[in-house]
């Protein structure tokens, strides 16, 4: 099927954004694992045993994990988005989980501010 209207990009129309937003989310998080955690791995392995940085590692993955249930549960919202009155607000909250997780993360990274 082909669109006519300007909404259309090479991507295909807009009206099938549900289609690959999946993909998407999927993608961004394995690149956002793939990246960090191999440095942390290496790091933490480098460092003392009784470092502060173990906590910081910790708490790394944590924040990567909350991401992904992030992520997953607004994808959900996202693609059975029925009731926008109700779910704008949800979709708010719900961006607080890993907002507030990566700013702990950083406090523990840099504790003097």
Known sequence: ???TNLSCTHFGCWSRWRGWLSALLVILFCIVVLIWVP???YQAVTYQPLSPFKAWYYAMYCVI???GITLVTLRQH???YTKPDLQRY???VTFFVPTYGFYSWLA???PKG
């Open 78 to 80: 996202w693609v059975n």
């Open 65 to 67: 994990g909350a991401l």
């Open 108 to 110: 523990l990274h840099n």
């Open 39 to 41: 440095i942390l791995t």
């Open 90 to 92: 949800i979709i708010r």
């Open 1 to 3: 099927r082909t669109c």
